[in-house]
């Protein structure tokens, strides 16, 4: 006998038989069954890429799973497309795998795939192929979701920490740290007028703008979990070299600054969903912000350091006073659950 659809998610929608099959028709086909997902196919036929292909993956389990800016669905795609982007690749293709808390509100469900299916469109990939399980109450916090991304590789790029110059600039692409703080304060339930607001957003069309000048950049990577400091922490830890930043160079929002300040965290170690940093020649770094400046997602890029010589496999930050500190990789979990 056929049951009236649930508003709640149970057991039985992810069982395989009629719940799921509604499920499915309710939430998956109207927004992704077109293409490679037309039918629902256990898996995704897809045609060569010339270049070779950049592959990546990620799992996401934020808390809350909506914050001011965003919410679990478009930092999904946003974490994958990103990751596939400043490996040096053109975003094409997602899956994405949902496991679901038995009680969650098919309201609830609706709204984040609404928010994957508006921001894969706007990065211009294509989910072509995933997975739904329910789990028991308790089991899992509303909703996990996991993303797996296909992109083309541009040959132009030529990556890694082995090519880092002495005099080599650090760019950053806008303000820094918003996402971790805009989690911390709905965490927390802290409301401010001009609080942070999430700055979860697509990369690609910033590689895609530094393209042109790719023979003299020498490494990209969005500031996830960590922030800064884990990034350029990495990047140098092996080298022979070390990285300066200038402080009254590095790009704040007032909101996070304000809410960093209240409870007491180093902004270098908060994390980003839609910024990236690069190290470039010093060349060609004018003409990448240029270029970066000219879309929206590079309005406020800047310069922020510099590749040195001295103090080999650090990163110290010179002060508006004019010391300097060490900035350490981050010690412990400090914002736990931000992606």
């Excluded at 965490?187 to 003299?216: K, N, W, Y």
């Excluded at 940093?277 to 010093?282: D, F, K, S």
Aim: proline share 6%; aromatic share 4%; with cysteine.
């Amino acid at each position: 006998m056929r049951t009236k659809t649930e508003t709640n998610i149970q057991l039985g929608h992810g069982g395989g038989g009629l719940l799921t099959r509604e499920f499915l028709d309710r939430h998956v086909v109207p927004r992704f069954a077109t293409g490679p997902l037309e039918g629902l196919p256990d898996g995704a036929t897809l045609p060569a890429l010339e270049n070779g292909i950049i592959f990546s993956t990620d799992s996401f389990v934020v808390h809350p799973m909506f914050f001011p800016g965003g919410n679990i669905g478009d930092l999904a795609v946003h974490g994958t497309v990103n990751d596939v982007a400043v490996s040096g690749g053109i975003p094409r293709w997602l899956s994405l795998g949902m496991i679901l808390e038995e009680g969650i509100e098919q309201d609830v469900v609706g709204r984040v795939l609404d928010s994957v299916a508006e921001a894969a469109a706007d990065c211009g990939v294509q989910v072509v192929t995933g997975d739904t399980k329910v789990v028991p109450r308790g089991l899992c916090d509303g909703m996990y979701l996991n993303t797996a991304g296909i992109g083309e590789r541009m040959p132009e790029f030529d990556l890694g920490a082995a090519r880092l110059q002495t005099g080599d600039v650090i760019l950053a692409s806008g303000t820094l740290g918003d996402h971790g703080m805009a989690v911390m304060a709905a965490r927390e339930g802290i409301e401010m007028a001009g609080g942070p607001v999430s700055d979860t957003g697509p990369v690609h069309r910033l590689v895609q703008a530094a393209r042109p000048f790719a023979t003299e950049v020498r490494f990209m990577r969005d500031p996830t979990r960590g922030g800064v400091a884990a990034v350029l922490n990495e990047l140098v830890e092996d080298a022979p070299l070390g990285i300066i930043l200038q402080e009254d160079d590095l790009p704040w929002s007032t909101g996070a600054r304000a809410i960093a300040e209240t409870l007491g965290f180093d902004l270098l170690h908060s994390a980003c969903e839609g910024r990236m940093l690069m190290a470039c020649a010093p060349d060609v770094a004018g003409l990448i912000l240029d270029a970066w400046r000219a879309i929206p997602e590079g309005n406020g890029a800047t310069a922020v350091g510099a590749v040195t010589n001295d103090d080999a496999g650090r990163v110290l930050l010179e002060t508006c006073m004019g010391g300097r500190r060490l900035v350490d990789v981050p010690q412990g979990e400090l914002l736990p659950r931000i992606c």
